[in-house]
């Protein structure tokens, strides 16, 4: 099928036909398949169960089934529609080795063609025993999560890896037209860090020129196979919070679209097709409105309709505007969507061309809320998930074009599905009176220096005392287990003692390593999330809502549709039980109110901080309750605290305020003599790290291991005050790391901050790892935390 080709401006002297831009299109889809296709299928070949011929095998049956139902959606198979945005791991990953951007410890693992196969890409994203992997980090403010590409002054930037090529060429043997998706030069160079080596003052951002050029190939490179459209995913420019001044990313946004827009005609490259999501462009859209990239994408979910002046600047460009969110569930009000969309048009004035998005990838949501048949028909009717978002994204199309009117229904349907929502006596309830009356002494504990001398005098720890993040290892029996229980082949009360079995197992391995602070082993919870979320009134579990939070890693969000309150105890259970088996202090485990909200789908119809104040007050109620059982030690979770981090520092400190209130509210009940520890999953403070000091938490835990201590210049230069246990031990690898490696990390600590301040711990959660692999690490940990205390 050939797109129909539209003229556009004068050209210059080139040409300037512009391919069809689809009425309506996602900017990407869920890519782990509705039943979690892509993780079966990679992991099975990682843990050497299948070949990598199976391996590719399905991930071309998974590529192919998500086309087709796309397709079967309504997005028309031959003009683009359809985005090509399919990654075995991570889109991030895919841009590195797309531009050939290797670093050099992997550099052995490029073949002659300068490519990486399938088992090197993966080398680059978990390591592989002697080397250590691309750095994980947040996308954005999602819980998503990319690999680092690490660029210095040499690391290559050449496209040679054809992988999105490759993609586009067996779509089109299938006969659908993909538009492939890639992250645009600049953001691509702004989650890049600089490689090993690189001199003081280098930033990725110098390698432009040497990016675009490689991009230019891969444009060419579409443009022979004639793809109509490249999507270039820029969310970086939504962000002004970046390690250079915008000044600087702004004019590499020029340049970049200078060379790649002007500087190549078409039909040698695709039409282009820029877009950010994740918020508004701001002062870059004047950039990208003055190159010419062929269509620009606005996220109008998250941003408001850019002003009038500048809308009009657009009009010869294809306008994909973001009104379906991206990034949550809530069914779309269409006739709010609809008013922008027409708002959006009329701005833009004449000859205005206005398609009809998702606001960021779907990649965010899970596939279906049809198959979520136990919730209740109500619920289910406030929803929508990636495919209902399609469906919708093709409503609003059919509406702009054609009028409200000619597609009345659904949009009756969507409104009345809207109002039952508000009216529901769930949405409002007691908890609010109970907030309503809390006074300040409800978010202060006693002094910090009070606190530590009454813990010490309760807890007798040593220096650099020794504890874990909460969680061992989900084994495939405790999931199996879990299993038997949904299925009702194993009874309540069987999947309780097995539980406390093995709680019991894992306390016994602790003592048994010489661990000083112990904890339960979290067998009993699925995710550290869905656990409590469970357990609250408020929130709805999903049956089959899986996301991909990285690489073949994905978790089931709650759905937090009213207002939140607790039934009854939550964790008492089992930390009682842990506790009751040693003599040894054993670490309560509670999620934090941030990332419960941050990996739940969240009201969207009061502020997130309200929302958060009733998470913490049902955490404060079962601190209380903890307390009273005589758990000497509380950790309260929050890795998801810089996840929510606003793109934009204009809208920081009110976020870091509700937060930090929050967080307070939850654990200022506990007395001075119990011990409050926080866990943080990330080692980039730099923006949080005041709002990490007013959490007030006793002991805070924070991952380090992946940039090598990088975090302590940070603390040091902070002059944290409380306690912290920067993780030594990487659990995203499945690396044991030797007592050598973990004391030399150790001794970096100590020379950066008072060793009395000082934990050892992993720098996560233990769930992923294998027995082997932890009890090796943790042997090790513990010997070198004895090696490095011998010193003190
Ligand atoms: N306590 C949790 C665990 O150990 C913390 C996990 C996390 O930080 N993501 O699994
Ligand atoms: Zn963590």
Redesign the pocket.
């Given at each position: 099928m050939t797109p129909t080709a539209r003229p556009q401006g004068d050209g210059a002297g080139r040409d300037r036909t512009v391919p069809w831009f689809p009425d309506a299109t996602v900017l990407g889809y869920p890519r782990i398949g509705p039943n979690r296709e892509l993780k079966k299928a990679v992991e099975a070949f990682w843990a050497g169960r299948s070949e990598l011929d199976d391996l590719l095998a399905a991930l071309e049956a998974l590529r192919r089934e998500t086309r087709g139902r796309l397709a079967r959606l309504g997005l028309p198979p031959g003009d683009g529609s359809i985005p090509g945005d399919f990654s075995a791991y991570d889109h991030v990953l895919d841009a590195a080795t797309t531009l050939g951007a290797v670093p050099a410890r992997f550099a052995d693992l490029v073949g002659e063609d300068g490519m990486l196969d399938l088992p090197g890409y993966f080398a680059l994203a978990r390591g592989d025993g002697q080397r250590a992997p691309l750095e994980l980090t947040k996308w954005f403010d999602s819980n998503y999560h990319y690999l680092v590409p690490e660029i210095g002054p040499d690391t290559p930037l050449r496209y040679g890896d054809d992988r999105l090529l490759f993609k586009f060429l067996e779509a089109a043997a299938d006969g659908v037209t993909t538009r492939p998706v890639m992250v645009g030069p600049v953001t691509f160079l702004l989650l890049s860090k600089p490689a090993a080596g690189a001199p003081a003052g280098f930033h990725p951002l110098d390698r432009l020129d040497d990016a675009v050029a490689a991009y230019a190939d891969l444009l060419r490179a579409l443009g022979v196979a004639g793809a109509p459209w490249l999507q270039l995913d820029e969310p970086a420019l939504v962000s002004d919070a970046w390690d250079v001044p915008r000044d600087r990313v702004l004019a590499a946004t020029e340049r970049a679209y200078a060379a790649l827009a002007d500087g190549l005609g078409r039909p040698e490259r695709p039409a282009l097709f820029v877009s950010a999501g994740y918020g508004p462009l701001g002062d870059a859209l004047p950039v990208l409105a003055r190159s010419a990239v062929e269509a620009v994408g606005l996220d109008l979910v998250r941003g408001a309709l850019p002003p009038a002046a500048e809308l009009a600047t657009l009009a010869p460009k294809v306008v994909v505007a973001g009104v379906v969110d991206g990034r949550n569930v809530w069914r779309t009000d269409l006739d709010a969507a609809l008013g922008l969309l027409e708002r959006l048009r009329a701005g833009i004035g004449e000859g205005a061309r206005v398609a009809v998005a998702t606001s960021t990838s779907l990649l965010h949501v899970p596939h279906d809320a049809a198959r979520e048949k136990h919730l209740s028909r109500e619920l289910r009717g406030w929803l929508a998930f990636a495919d209902q978002k399609v469906e919708e994204v093709l409503i609003l199309a059919d509406a702009l074009a054609r009028g409200r009117e000619a597609v009345a229904e659904p949009f009756a349907e969507a409104a009345e599905a809207r109002r039952a929502r508000l009216a529901h006596p769930g949405v409002r309830t007691g908890v609010r009176e109970r907030l309503a009356a809390l006074d300040d002494t409800a978010f202060t504990r006693a002094p910090y220096p009070e606190r530590r001398a009454a813990q010490q005098a309760r807890l007798g720890l040593p220096t650099l005392p020794t504890t874990?993040?909460?969680?061992f290892p989900q084994t495939p029996e405790i999931r199996r287990a879990r299993a038997a229980v949904r299925r009702g082949t194993l009874s309540e009360a069987e999947y309780r003692q097995a539980m406390r079995a093995e709680i019991e197992r894992v306390v016994r391995l602790q003592e048994r390593l010489g661990l000083d602070v112990l904890?339960h082993g979290?067998p009993e919870?699925n995710d550290?999330v869905q656990y409590f979320a469970e357990l609250l009134d408020g929130f709805a579990a999903t049956e089959h809502g899986w996301v991909q939070s990285y690489g073949s890693r994905c978790t089931r969000p709650a759905i937090l549709w009213g207002d939140v309150a607790r039934r009854g105890p939550m964790t008492v259970e089992w930390t009682g039980h842990a506790a009751s088996l040693t003599d040894r202090p054993v670490k309560g485990?509670l999620?934090g109110p941030v990332?419960i909200l941050a990996w739940s789908f969240v009201r969207d119809d009061q502020p997130l901080g309200e929302t958060a104040l009733q998470v913490a007050l049902a955490l404060r109620d079962e601190i209380a309750d903890l307390e009273a059982a005589g758990i000497g030690i509380v950790?309260v979770?929050e890795?998801?605290l810089r996840e929510l981090l606003p793109l934009r520092t204009a809208e920081r400190a009110d976020y870091l305020d509700w937060s930090v209130r929050a967080f307070r509210l939850a654990t200022s009940g506990a007395p001075a003599h119990t011990q409050v520890h926080t866990?943080?999953?990330y080692s980039e403070f730099g923006a949080i790290l005041g709002a990490i000091d007013r959490l007030d938490a006793d002991v805070t835990s924070v991952e380090a291991a992946r940039s090598r201590m990088e975090v302590l210049a940070d603390i040091r230069r902070a002059g944290f005050g409380r306690q912290i246990g920067p993780g030594v031990y990487d659990i995203h690898s499945p690396r044991v790391p030797s007592v050598d490696e973990l004391t030399e990390l150790l001794e970096a600590a100590v020379a950066a901050v008072p060793p009395r301040q000082l934990w050892v711990n992993p720098d996560?959660?233990?769930?992923t790892r294998r027995y082997e692999e932890v009890t090796a690490a943790l042997e090790h940990l513990v010997a070198a935390a004895h090696a490095v205390r011998a010193t003190l």
């Open positions: 874990t993040i909460g969680s904890v979290e919870r550290m485990m999620t990332t950790q979770d890795p998801a866990h943080l999953c996560c959660g233990l769930k």
